[in-house]
Each structure stands twice: as structure tokens, then as C-alpha cells.
């Protein structure tokens, strides 16, 4: 996990984000632009939203006003040249103008996750399987977690629903909706309507 801060990297806001804070600085990265005891204001988010914008592949904007601070990001996703999707809402939402204006400008439109992926489609390769291979569960061409496998487990080519994957897996919710969503990153898990679950063979 990587966080960009809008404060100075000595100070966490909000507050109550301290432990959370503590657990991504240990395991992953805590980066800003700003200096030491630098407060957040409402200039600083968006100029941290420079280098989030920057520093990823594509945004997506989920819901936005046409006055939101969303828009600022995705505009420097544009002139960082990166990909922008947007998803749509009901025409008489106002949370969905900003969304529907980007979509008339040109962003690309965003339902599901396959849209998002059909983009990047050289980051995510078919996995090899070799025939030695077919037996569920046993992914010896690729490297996964051990929640990732366990997860993956739980699945078949029978739609299974995503309170029976935690069940089955006895992992937390929401250990099993991150990883689930992972899986479906490396092309491994298929998610249909209704949040059901199915290996991606």
C-alpha cells in the first residue's frame, strides 16, 4: 500500500488515521511533497493529487459534482497521460454531472472492472497452466498470497456467492472482497451479477 499525504510526512491527518498510518509506513510507503509540520488546508489535496494522479496508470472517477475537487485529479490524470474512466449515474443525480461530462469529453466510459482491465490487458497475461495443473486449487505458474489461495480454493466453475467464499474460506469480509478483487486483477476470478464468484477458466 503507498499513501500520499496532503500534510508535512511528521503529521497525520485526520488524527484518528494514526494506527492505519503506523501499518502502512511499516509495510508499504508513506510519500508527500510537503515540508516538515506542513498543516493540511484546501490547497494541499489537490496539489497531492498531482502525484497520485501521476504516479498510477489510469484514474477512475466514480462520482463527482460538477464543482468537485475529483475533477481537478482527473484533469492532471489527462495531462499526465494517463487513461480516465468515468462511471455513470442517474441523469437527474448531481453527483453524476461531473462523471457525464467527463464522458462527453472523452474519458472512457466505466461499468465493471473489465472495462478498466480491457485497457491494460499487457499487465495481466493469460496464466500458463500446464497440463499437470488441472486439478482446483494448484497454480504452480503463478506466485499467490496465502489468503489469495485460499480464496481461490473456495472456487469452481459453479457460481458461488461472496458470503459463501468467506464462509468457506474463514477469512474476514474484508480480507476476502480485497482478495477476491485481486484475483481478479491476475485474471484468475471472474465476478458476475449479484456478486457471484466464478474461476476464470
Same mark, same amino acid.
Given at each position: 500500500?503507498?499513501? !500520499?499525504?496532503?500534510?508535512?510526512?511528521?503529521?497525520?491527518?485526520?488524527?484518528?488515521?494514526?494506527?492505519?498510518?503506523?501499518?502502512?509506513?511499516?509495510?508499504?510507503?508513506?510519500?508527500?511533497?510537503?515540508?516538515?509540520?506542513?498543516?493540511?488546508?484546501?490547497?494541499?489535496?489537490?496539489?497531492?493529487?498531482?502525484?497520485?494522479?501521476?504516479?498510477?496508470?489510469?484514474?477512475?472517477?466514480?462520482?463527482?459534482?460538477?464543482?468537485?475537487?475529483?475533477?481537478?485529479?482527473?484533469?492532471?490524470?489527462?495531462?499526465?497521460?494517463?487513461?480516465?474512466?468515468?462511471?455513470?449515474?442517474?441523469?437527474?443525480?448531481?453527483?453524476?454531472?461531473?462523471?457525464?461530462?467527463?464522458?462527453?469529453?472523452?474519458?472512457?466510459?466505466?461499468?465493471?472492472?473489465?472495462?478498466?482491465?480491457?485497457?491494460?490487458?499487457?499487465?495481466?497475461?493469460?496464466?500458463?497452466?500446464?497440463?499437470?495443473?488441472?486439478?482446483?486449487?494448484?497454480?504452480?505458474?503463478?506466485?499467490?498470497?496465502?489468503?489469495?489461495?485460499?480464496?481461490?480454493?473456495?472456487?469452481?466453475?459453479?457460481?458461488?456467492?461472496?458470503?459463501?467464499?468467506?464462509?468457506?474460506?474463514?477469512?474476514?469480509?474484508?480480507? !476476502?472482497?480485497?482478495?477476491?478483487?485481486?484475483?481478479?486483477?491476475?485474471?484468475?476470478?471472474?465476478?458476475?451479477?449479484?456478486?457471484?464468484? !466464478?474461476?476464470?477458466?
Amino acid at each position: 500500500t503507498v499513501t !500520499v499525504l496532503g500534510t508535512g510526512i511528521n503529521l497525520v491527518f485526520p488524527p484518528e488515521n494514526a494506527d492505519l498510518f503506523e501499518r502502512v509506513a511499516q509495510n508499504g510507503a508513506v510519500l508527500t511533497q510537503f515540508a516538515f509540520n506542513r498543516p493540511a488546508d484546501k490547497q494541499s489535496f489537490p496539489i497531492r493529487n498531482r502525484i497520485v494522479a501521476g504516479m498510477t496508470l489510469g484514474t477512475v472517477v466514480v462520482e463527482a459534482d460538477l464543482n468537485s475537487g475529483a475533477l481537478i485529479t482527473a484533469n492532471m490524470a489527462v495531462d499526465c497521460g494517463r487513461q480516465l474512466f468515468a462511471v455513470p449515474g442517474r441523469i437527474d443525480s448531481p453527483q453524476s454531472k461531473g462523471c457525464h461530462d467527463l464522458i462527453k469529453k472523452g474519458a472512457k466510459l466505466c461499468e465493471n472492472l473489465e472495462d478498466i482491465l480491457g485497457e491494460f490487458e499487457y499487465l495481466f497475461p493469460s496464466p500458463q497452466r500446464s497440463p499437470a495443473s488441472a486439478s482446483p486449487g494448484t497454480l504452480p505458474a503463478l506466485t499467490l498470497s496465502a489468503n489469495e489461495q485460499q480464496v481461490y480454493d473456495t472456487l469452481g466453475a459453479e457460481e458461488i456467492g461472496i458470503d459463501d467464499v468467506i464462509r468457506r474460506s474463514g477469512l474476514p469480509s474484508s480480507t !476476502v472482497a480485497a482478495t477476491l478483487f485481486g484475483l481478479e486483477m491476475k485474471r484468475l476470478v471472474r465476478q458476475l451479477p449479484g456478486k457471484m464468484f !466464478v474461476l476464470n477458466r
